[in-house]
């Protein structure tokens, strides 16, 4: 199980920088268009990795203030920028996510000494609220022309990603220190399926950079 999860760990890395590199070779199809700060965001993603292991491999117990504190805060607004105001074009449902995660953000740094890894609290909301996004971008793709031309639709290939990644480890995180303390080999196993889940959410990034076609 440990050979597979270093397998997929190392592959993550290679196909995260991938992700990044052809973002980076569409930026000039993408720099009039909103789409430019997701290509911005990918590789904001890659440098945060760079740091975890150049940096943060010599510091290890600072990792849960760098990723609770800074890097899932600024994945999850962002992801509600392109979500809500970008794509279903909600300012009220932008704000209201933002305003809710925030709060929950703050409460966090009062027991963050107390979280393993990652706050299950602050987690649990920011997925939740992304969950209701996703459920929405799938209702708004299906009742309109944008299902057919799905090849196409950047959006179509970001929300499978988005959705199998956050939706699909939200018990890995939310559950985190009860699993390992409890149900380590099951631990254990929802690690493997979160690294095999982080390489095809990239993946489907990439995808999304080559065929999709930018909306402005």
Request: net charge positive.
């Amino acid at each position: 199980m440990k050979e597979l999860q270093t397998i997929l760990y190392n592959l993550f890395l290679y196909v995260e920088f991938i992700c990044a590199i052809v973002g980076i070779i569409h930026y000039k199809r993408l720099k009039d268009t909103y789409w430019k700060w997701f290509v911005i965001y990918v590789v904001f993603i890659a440098s945060v990795e760079l740091i975890n292991i150049f940096v943060l491999a010599h510091f290890p117990n600072y990792r849960k203030y760098y990723y609770g504190f800074f890097v899932i805060p600024i994945e999850f607004l962002f992801l509600y920028w392109l979500y809500a105001k970008k794509s279903l074009q909600s300012t009220k449902l932008y704000w209201i996510s933002n305003l809710i995660y925030i709060a929950f953000y703050l409460l966090n740094l009062f027991t963050l000494n107390q979280v393993r890894y990652i706050s299950s609290m602050t987690y649990t909301v920011g997925v939740f609220l992304l969950s209701i996004m996703i459920y929405l971008e799938f209702i708004k793709q299906i009742k309109s022309d944008e299902i057919l031309n799905f090849k196409t639709n950047k959006m179509f290939y970001i929300n499978i990603a988005v959705m199998l990644f956050y939706i699909g480890t939200l018990p890995f995180f939310a559950y985190d220190k009860y699993l390992y303390e409890n149900m380590y080999e099951f631990w254990q196993n929802y690690k493997t399926f979160f690294l095999f889940s982080v390489n095809i959410m990239y993946i489907l990034f990439t995808i999304s950079f080559i065929w999709g076609k930018p909306r402005v």
